[in-house]
């Protein structure tokens, strides 16, 4: 293989940032690669009912006091754009694109969403039942059962241990509770608005401002506890009868962006298993072939952030593939890596840095994602500076600190009667309640 190429440095677009009259945050990026742009808008929606935030979602753009939903939609197409919506337990998401000339047309119609969403009673009857329907067929996928488990071994408690709600409770949900929760949370205080692309960005704050004016008003708010430190324990196996294949979980502690450990953490963890050319592809998907896709990765949430471990592996090798990934942590928090391995994997997280602001999009979901945890663009570089510094020393430091297996929290989910005991010959082992599974 050639050897890698100088890393190019990071180059910032311009950003202009203000904040309405109604206290809506506006973050305009110019990104002029092609005529068009992409929006954001991000409202604080900690502690939402689950059942009710997504249905919401599904019938956000369903109709308003002017417009019909099927309107809506013939009005996003005059402007080669369109609308969606999401949400998670930290935030509602609106996301939407368009020419950039129907910027402004965009905005209104997003406008006319926010204070006069209708939610009709037809179209919510058959959204929350087309959402209840994706929910039961991902109650039969493994691994999503797996990361219920894992959620609520991690979180107990913690509104964080929830993240879907059950059929029942989304069929439920009726247009006047849908109604409430909007007038409710929908507010613009606390919320940010994030426009990237062929613009003038102190223009497009204007348009933002001119069609955002009647939007206003300042909600609830609700602030989320610190999620619960990890508590090491027995291995939590979910019994899933019958099934060939194992879904391994593992959480192990981590730290947020702005934490001076997080650069060398992030190294240590696309070493161990964060990219393709890990060491723990290398073990159990290349050399042993237990699996096909491991991968690990920190998730940030508002309230803490964690690095998750996981693998769906065959049935019989469920303890083999559970040694090697424990072998491989324990490897990595007490032995320094490789120069060349931290420089490839330096290399691929400022690489991953550049693409992410390749595009108009990206870029967009870059600033509203760093956004909600009070950061901007400029943090891109920030970062980029501290990777370039990271030695191996720090990251062996990091690696003891939070990757040491002794620190891990596990669940399996899996046939029960084939794989408890090899796994009880390497671990303690407890059960979790079948309803999981």
């Known amino acids: 293989m050639p050897a890698l190429g100088p890393t190019r440095p990071l180059k910032l ?34 502690r939402a009912n689950l059942a ?15 417009l019909t939903g099927v309107e809506i939609a013939a009005e996003l197409q ?20 368009s020419l ?26 058959t959204e929350r039942g087309r959402l209840a329907d994706r929910i039961r067929v991902a109650q039969s996928q493994p ?74 008003g300042d909600g609830k708010h609700h602030e989320l506890p610190a999620v619960p430190e990890l508590e090491p324990g027995p291995l939590t196996l979910v019994d899933r009868p019958d099934a ?45 072939g237990y699996t096909y896709g491991p991968h690990s990765m920190i998730e940030h949430a508002v309230a803490g952030s964690t690095l998750v471990v996981a693998a769906e592996v065959a049935t019989e090798v469920t303890a083999p593939a559970l040694l090697e990934t ?37 870029l967009a979901g870059l600033a509203i994602t760093y956004a909600g945890f009070g950061l901007r663009l400029d943090y891109l570089a920030e970062h980029a500076a501290r990777l370039a510094k990271v030695t191996v020393d720090d990251v062996l430091e990091a690696a003891g600190r939070y990757l040491a297996p002794a620190r891990a929290v596990g669940v399996v989910l899996g046939d029960a009667e084939r794989i408890e005991p090899s796994l009880a010959a390497l671990t303690p082992v407890t ?3 079948s309803e999981v599974a």
């Open 13 to 46: 677009p311009k950003v202009v940032e203000q904040t309405l009259s109604n206290g809506l945050t506006v973050i305009a990026i110019r990104r002029p690669a092609v005529p068009l742009v992409e929006v954001r808008l991000r409202l604080p929606f900690a």
């Open 326 to 362: 424990t072998y491989e942590l324990g490897r990595l928090a007490s032995l320094p890596p490789r120069e060349d391995e931290l420089e490839q994997a330096r290399q691929y997280a400022l690489g991953t840095l550049q693409l992410g602001m390749s595009t108009q999009a990206g």
């Open 78 to 97: 005059k402007v080669g754009g369109g609308l969606s919506a999401g949400a998670d337990p930290d935030r509602l998401l609106v996301s939407g694109n």
């Open 52 to 66: 009710r935030a997504a249905v919401l979602t599904q019938t956000l753009l369903s109709g308003t006091d002017e």
């Open 431 to 433: 059960r979790m309640g």
């Open 143 to 216: 691994a999503h059962l797996a990361r219920e488990a894992l959620l609520r071994r991690i979180y107990g408690s913690h509104p964080y241990a929830a993240q879907t709600p059950t059929p029942e409770q989304v069929l439920a949900v009726t247009p006047a509770v849908l109604r409430k929760l909007h007038d409710n949370r929908v507010h613009p205080n606390g919320a940010t608005l994030v426009i990237a692309g062929d613009i003038t960005p102190q223009k497009a704050i204007d348009a933002a401002e001119r069609a955002l004016a009647d939007w206003n």
């Open 100 to 125: 950039a000339a129907g910027l402004g047309r965009l905005l209104e119609i997003m406008a006319s969403v926010l204070t006069a969403a209708e939610y009709p009673a037809p179209e919510v009857s």
């Open 244 to 288: 060939v294949q194992s879904s391994l979980r593992l959480a192990l502690p981590a730290v947020p962006r702005t934490h001076p450990d997080h650069a060398a953490l992030q190294l240590a963890n696309l070493v161990f298993g964060g990219y393709f050319s890990s060491r723990w592809v290398e073990n159990i998907r290349e050399d042993k």
